[in-house]
């Protein structure tokens, strides 16, 4: 019999490795405890989902549990893992369906555990109608919900990516709805004045946003805020995520300053055998070395490739991120990469920066966008620290240009000369990002 | 009185030189000879123009005549080299419209005498309904025929990046086109069974694409090939294009297997204080360090920037190309970058190669295109060297990830790992590129 590994989790980042280590491994023994009766599926779908674009459940859902049984996976689903025993090397375990415990061993342990709406202390956010959109049994909550009882009225607490993309849902839906938003802009993450355009964006698509408001009570028709009360029959939270590292804390495992997972390179946690992939696990900012907490689907994929890799006997590493984030509202697109001014020159970096406006295509063409590069480098070096960009169809995947470049450690020069593709209907002659470029360069 | 610098040609190369120039050098003497009466135009986007979504042939114009002369550089249109004294540092010039010729004598020449199509020995290919599509009076010429005669069949001879665009451009009018391609598949810088997809795409569009076929002769109303006569009103010229060197080559400057002008990093030509830049030189391929003809306007902008610093006192240089190229026809997008599988091997690389199947968007939404990418890369090391992508709307620009990879030595382990930018409308969790860089480290 070889070695038994439990992973506690049954979405991306668990079923990745999972799959990763059976791959490498044919002997070893998997099982999977998924407290849902959901695997494997896309949490960043839901939006599109509450909007209608994505059909039904299912469709999120890129493995069934019986798809990863055929794989040899011990999937359990309906399965809470309620406490972990690392001396004991044993996970005690609730049965939901039957109502029953039991103790379960294993050799190796893979923590996969999430994470889970913030919700502030606010009087009324336990209730029915307030929402989280992390996991498929809150989709499925949302959507009875939306389609149910068809709400008047949403507010979506939170002006980040879940704010847009469910004040976009709500829109799409015909449900009017308010995003509130505590700082002075939506989408920190974004400039200042980045936030105040895309803002401005949402309220010409008919969203009412409303920022510098806090949240005082939740009642079962309206939120009431600094700002007054706001007709609200349905609340969505996208006061973003906390990991679901408690389990693992309690046990004894390390966490970081976010609350989550320490884990090192390989996805190690602090605990010989023990492991950790996903959004309840911190990652390391590539350009600061610092811990930073980016619960991303496509940043949990990577990290379950690579804990699924070593425990299945082989080796990968993950190399960190760089805060790569895009989305869209209405017909603006948003994409960001690595440091922003602030960022950079708040870890000591003296910085250069540049805003360029340019065209996603030829500008004599019809399919032309408006689309703004702004790019950040260190200024005795030239080294790209991060760019931000918005505009038009085709200017948030562009992004990815300054993503490579600035894992490469690449110049402004660097990229002046770059031969990035160019026809027409695809990009000015200069790409924008190139623009960007030499307009820092001649800073320099 | 400072010194005196001449440039040839006043397109893309030859302008961005000479702004370029007089930014750096507020004393320069600038003056640019243009045989035709357009300035720094996109000759890229004549299609588009004969197809009908550009307007006017003034769209096309970057910057006009007097937009240049704004910027002191005394623009002179209509005026044709004849001829390049080195010895005595002057060229012999015509002025069309006086009837006149002159010398004019130079400290610094900057040589940006373009290209023009390449014309087959074929009986009747200098008639004048058959068009090249390089410069704005080739487009007037078209447009004009096109409008005023309403032909009622067109040919492209050549199935590349022309071809493709030119028929679409002739679809776009009403008028049924068949292109011509000697070659057993057509878009020849894309391995062999992308032709034949990209070949099946133009003909359910409603092109007609005869490939393996030798045109013989060109009548007026008709083509004569290998495969009978196809009907012909118009006829363009896809069959590539020769740098116009030849002035140059006969004034003693050395050329390169192309026929174009050898230049160093810095654009510099075979002799001292004369310069070159765009379509009439070669550049350097980036991976194989051989020389390469790569006649394309984003090239031989930047190609001119870097003289232009040069010339201006600066310093830049021009790291070469990779081969990088993006079109469409249709729905159907093409981007490639680096070597092919067969290109690598010829110059002594063991490859793995692998083709990818994804979507250019999470795959449950209505937006998801299907796309594939084949990637290349290096055995041993595991160096990306090369990329082809094609596909639905999205899949094109994709290739620039390939690009700043390429040109960075990443390998594609490094691309698993990348912090690439996801969100459902933008990408699947692992974007395409990323996919077939997995299924790539897998075989190494």
Known sequence: MGARLVVVGGDAGGMSAALQARRLDPGLEIVALERTRWTSYSACGIPYLAGGS????????????????????DVRTGHEVLGVDLAARRVEVHDRAHGRSFALGFDLLLLATGARPRRPVIEGIDAPHVHGVQTLDDAAHLLDTTRRHRPASAVVIGGGYIGLEMAEAFLARGIPVTVLERSSEVMGSFDPDLGAEIAAVMRRLGIDVRTGVEVTSIGPASVTTSDGDVPAEVVVLGTGVVPNAELAAEAGLLTGPHGALTVDRRQRSSEDGVWAAGDCCQSVHRLTGQPVYEPLGTVANKMGRVAGINLGGGYASFPGVLGTAVTRVGWLELGRTGLRRVEAQAIGFEVVEETIHSTTAASYLPEAHATTVRMVAERRTGRVLGVQSHGGP???????????????????????????????????????????ARALLSKL
């Open 54 to 73: 994505v059909p039904d459940l299912d469709s999120l859902v890129a493995r069934t549990p019986d798809a990863l049984r055929a794989q040899r996976i």
């Open 394 to 436: 085709g200017s948030a995947k562009r992004i990815d240009v300054a993503v490579v470049a600035v894992a490469s450690s690449l110049t402004v020069e660097d990229l002046v000369g770059m031969d990035l593709s160019y026809a027409p209907p695809f990009s000015p002659v200069w790409d924008p990002i190139q623009t960007a």
